[in-house]
């Protein structure tokens, strides 16, 4: 049974700094690709961040470039998602998902393009 699960959501002022972290159990880790997806409010889950199997492709949303990196620890299973300065428009529930992919593929940036996700944690930021 595959399972995500992310850590790391809290209550944060305009500025500061915050990291995700997401542990995965019941697959294999290094064969899938990760993205960072959040959904504010009334609005529809939007990309963030993408990591390759490697980690040497990582695009972002134009939102979070310059200020968010994504990593990923394929030993621990575990991909992290670092935000610093953190903006009141950066406030939603954040949820990281896992695709598996042949070794040349890049990470998707669409909702549709993840097979796996996980519950969910929330971030809030306050102005």
């Known amino acids: 049974q595959v399972q995500l699960v992310e850590s790391g959501g809290a209550l944060v002022q305009t500025g500061d700094s915050l990291r995700l972290s997401c542990a995965a159990s019941?697959?294999?880790?290094?064969?899938?690709?990760l993205g960072w997806f959040r959904q504010a409010p009334g609005k529809d889950r939007e990309f963030v961040a993408g990591?390759?199997?490697?980690?040497?492709?990582?695009p972002y949303a134009d939102s979070v470039k310059g200020r968010f990196t994504i990593s990923r620890d394929n030993d621990k299973k575990t991909t992290y998602l670092q935000m610093n300065s953190l903006k009141p428009e950066d406030t939603a529930v954040y949820y990281c998902?896992?695709?598996?992919?042949?070794?040349?593929?890049?990470?998707?940036?669409?909702?549709?393009?993840?097979?796996?996700w996980g519950q969910g944690t929330q971030v809030t930021v306050s102005s």
């Open positions: 998902a896992a695709e598996p992919t042949i070794s040349s593929v890049g990470p998707g940036r669409n909702t549709k393009d993840y097979r796996y």
């Open positions: 990591i390759s199997r490697g980690g040497n492709t990582t």
């Open positions: 019941g697959l294999m880790f290094s064969r899938h690709v």
